[in-house]
């Protein structure tokens, strides 16, 4: 196939007011499938219209790297121990995980944490890090493999979602204080962001989530997921699991605010390839 594809005025115009709209790739390309284009035309149309490279667009249109098995109910094999199923969704792949954590892990991980707190930062549009309004909570990365507790972690994780570990980013740790919250986002990174191709470079799209709650909140402070009316309390030592490919609505999900007390959760991110 020729890497330029004929594109009708039409198009190109229709493409350009969709995407201004604040339409993602990944949107625009399920509207061109309802349409009736061919997924490979349109990938290669939306490339050159918004002039962004077709590896981008490719990386984040379908299922090209690994992805991690769902935990099945109602006991999940995770390496060292079996975790508890406690609820399934089949759209997005979600499953709530209890005892993934014993108390003794959670304490560990918040002294870990604790001292290198700092105010919590999400990935800019060029690829760095940022201060984020949308995220008010404090927190801190492990590097892989960091603390034999923090390589334990990754090596259940790795196992009760059959990924290998180096598919994960180094745990992330983050603390919300009263007001504190995540305002709804969804964890994939959206092939339109112009730092697509440098927020994937290094193994590719994100596919999964595991959120672990290391404290129980006295009021609030759970994860709300708004496209499917669920709210998953935070316990600590259980977890919420979910999974995604970009563009998936349904994956949308807040850290809610803690209205009383505090929360600690730890964070694990699973790339589609090898991330280190
Ligand atoms: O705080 C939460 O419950 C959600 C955290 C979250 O969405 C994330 O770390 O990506
Ligand atoms: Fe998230």
């Not at 892990?105 to 990935?123: D, F, H």
């Not at 995220?135 to 979602?161: H, K, N, Y």
């Not at 699991?241 to 850290?255: C, I, P, R, T, V």
């Amino acid at each position: 196939m020729s890497s330029r594809a004929t594109i009708t005025p039409e198009l190109r115009e229709w493409i350009l007011a969709t995407t201004r709209a604040g339409h993602g790739v990944p949107e625009v390309l399920k509207l061109m499938k309802d349409a009736g284009y061919p997924p490979a035309q349109s990938r290669v149309a939306l490339a050159q219209v918004l002039k962004i490279p077709l590896s981008a667009i490719s990386a984040g249109a379908g299922p090209a790297g690994r992805r991690p098995r769902h935990p099945q109910a109602p006991l999940a094999e995770a390496g060292d121990r079996r975790v508890r199923v406690a609820l399934g969704v089949d759209a997005p792949p979600l499953r709530v995980l209890d005892g993934l954590l014993d108390a003794g892990e959670c304490a560990e991980l918040i002294a870990l944490a604790r001292p290198r707190l700092a105010r919590a930062r999400t990935v800019a549009e060029d690829g760095r890090q940022q201060v984020d309004e949308r995220r008010t909570s404090a927190g801190m990365f492990f590097a892989p493999g960091e603390t034999p507790l923090v390589a334990r972690i990754e090596r259940r994780i790795a196992a009760l979602l059959d990924m290998p570990a180096d598919h994960g980013e180094g745990l992330q740790v983050l603390h919300y204080l009263p007001g504190q919250e995540y305002e709804p986002h969804y964890d994939w990174f959206d092939p339109a962001q112009p730092g697509f191709a440098a927020i994937t470079a290094k193994g590719g799209q994100r596919v999964a989530s595991v959120v672990m709650y290391l404290n129980t909140p006295e009021e609030g402070g759970g994860t709300g997921f708004p496209a499917l009316g669920l709210t998953v309390t935070a316990l600590a030592g259980s977890a919420v699991y979910f999974a995604y490919e970009a563009g998936d609505e349904a994956s949308l999900h807040a850290g809610l605010p803690v209205t009383r007390g505090e929360k600690w959760i730890a964070t694990k991110w699973l790339r589609e390839r090898p991330f280190r």
